[in-house]
């Protein structure tokens, strides 16, 4: 059993910051790429961040610049430092992992956490 455990969600003023975390425990045996995405009220879930394992980045078009991930193999988390936000910003966040357990890789995702910017 995997579980991936999102923190750091908010309400923040435009213009201000915020920084997600996401912890994966349980019986991992080690985890590939990790992300976190976005989903606002009304609309389609997003991709806003992923990183390797290696530590290659890659940002949505609308997060570049602002948002930066990062990630602590060590410590299976994930981060998401979220910087100059904005009221389009707001969206439940959820964080993802390809987890590699006995019997394979599998994608597993976070109970989302609210960010909320008020303009």
């Known amino acids: 059993q995997v579980q991936l455990v999102e923190s750091g969600g908010g309400l923040v003023q435009a213009g201000g910051s915020l920084r997600l975390s996401c912890a994966a425990s349980?019986?991992?045996?080690?985890?590939?790429?990790m992300g976190w995405h976005r989903q606002a009220p009304g609309k389609q879930r997003e991709l806003v961040a992923t990183?390797?394992?290696?530590?290659?980045?890659n940002y949505a078009d609308s997060v570049k610049g602002r948002f930066t991930i990062s990630r602590d193999n060590a410590k299976n988390t994930v981060y998401l430092q979220m910087n100059t936000l904005r009221p389009e910003d707001t969206a439940v966040y959820y964080c993802?992992?390809?987890?590699?357990?006995?019997?394979?890789?599998?994608?597993?995702w976070g109970q989302g956490t609210q960010v909320t910017v008020s303009s």
């Open positions: 993802s992992a390809v987890v590699v357990v006995v019997g394979g890789d599998y994608d597993y």
């Open positions: 349980g019986s991992i045996f080690s985890i590939n790429a």
């Open positions: 990183i390797t394992s290696g530590g290659s980045t």
